[in-house]
């Protein structure tokens, strides 16, 4: 089997290729192109058996990514803390783009479980989505956050309440106030007013959106007590398919619910687990929130835990990896039909 590593860029991909052993067999650079996928291919078939190796670097390599799977192709998606670390015991030092191919393919050599690519179809879809909404909500935040400053210059007396400046009556009353002040603050102000109408408006269209999208796609996840349709956007669109993840041990290391083990003779403690993706992590823990303060099971376990003598926070640690295990299980559950509901991209052709 012979591992054909790429490191992606915008303009060009630089693949190498590696035996069983590691030896580097040969090394070639094309253009980020449907043509220079062609050529990639083209010089690729002169191994039989073969397995393409890409860093998972999603916005650069998704093209290059696709047209291989369309055109056959077994391609796996190599985290970049691995290929660093390959890179990092290589007998060759520096940093190019031939070393950085090299390194993303012997990564794939030492770890064959690495997450199998697939054509992205309504997740991605969700997930491009939620992260615009997510971009105009934070850039609201900010707007807001000068209004306020200019406000509490123009009326020093008047107070807004929290989280309520987006709320359209709340910036209709802001704007009679303001209709009769002159000068530039008050100008600034009536703009900045404007800019937060129009992305709260904006905003709140996506999110009608991603919750007719979310019911289709996540049905047994919008079930799970405490999570919402963008908590549950937010999973979806984060994890890119259940599938690829061999467990729920495996899922759960992923996203760092999973604590680490540290290991000091033979007492084997642990350690909590501050990395893996944050994203998914945050919407864990607020699915957690909701359930310790309702009245449900997750309150019922978080109070059991306290008793025995656990922190809250070691209690909510511990509900938050119940909830990660039950999440992967209706992630499975709900991707078998997002599967059969994606279309077939034609082949790549010479």
């Known amino acids: 089997m012979v591992i054909l590593g790429v490191d992606a860029h915008k303009r060009t991909h630089t693949l190498v290729a590696i035996d069983d052993a590691g030896r580097k067999l040969g090394e070639r650079m094309v253009a980020a192109t449907t043509d220079g996928h062609l050529q990639a291919l083209h010089w690729a078939t002169r191994w039989a058996e073969r397995r393409f190796a890409i860093e998972d670097c999603r916005h650069v390599s998704r093209r290059l990514e696709a047209d291989l799977l369309a055109a056959g192709e077994a391609v796996a998606r190599v985290p970049t803390q691995l290929m660093a670390s390959a890179r990092k015991g290589g007998r060759e030092r520096g940093k190019s783009d031939p070393i950085d191919a090299l390194a993303v393919a012997r990564a794939a050599l030492r770890e064959p479980s690495l997450p199998t690519a697939h054509l992205d179809g309504p997740a991605r879809e969700l997930r491009l ?68 109408r129009e992305l709260s408006l904006r905003a709140n269209g996506l999110e009608r959106q ?58 084997g403690r642990y350690r909590l687990n501050r990395g893996g993706n944050r994203q998914v992590n945050a919407a864990l823990h607020r699915i957690a929130i909701t359930q310790w303060r309702g009245d449900g099971p997750g309150q019922a376990y978080v109070q059991r835990r306290m008793t025995t003598g656990d922190s809250k926070t070691e209690a909510l640690r511990l509900l938050r990896r119940r909830i990660s295990d039950e999440v992967y299980k209706r992630l499975l559950t709900d991707q078998t039909p997002i599967e059969r509901s994606q279309p077939e991209r034609p082949a790549l052709v010479s």
Request: glycine residues 6%; hydrophobic residues 45%.
């Open 210 to 267: 991603i919750v007719r999208l979310v019911r289709q796609l996540a049905p047994s996840l919008l079930a799970l007590a405490g999570c919402g349709p963008l908590s549950a956007a937010k999973l979806v669109g984060e994890v890119a398919g259940a599938g690829r993840f061999r467990s729920k041990a495996t899922f759960a290391r992923w996203k760092g619910t999973a604590p680490i083990p540290v290991w000091s003779a033979n007492d």
């Open 129 to 196: 989505l939620v992260d615009h909404r997510e971009d105009l909500v934070a850039e609201r935040t900010r707007i807001q956050n000068r209004l306020r400053w200019h406000l509490h210059e123009l009326f020093p007396e008047f107070e807004i309440q929290p989280r309520t400046v987006k709320r359209l009556h709340v910036l209709d009353t802001l704007e009679r106030r303001l209709a009769d002040v002159e000068g530039t603050v008050a100008s600034i102000a009536r703009e900045l007013i404007g800019r937060v």
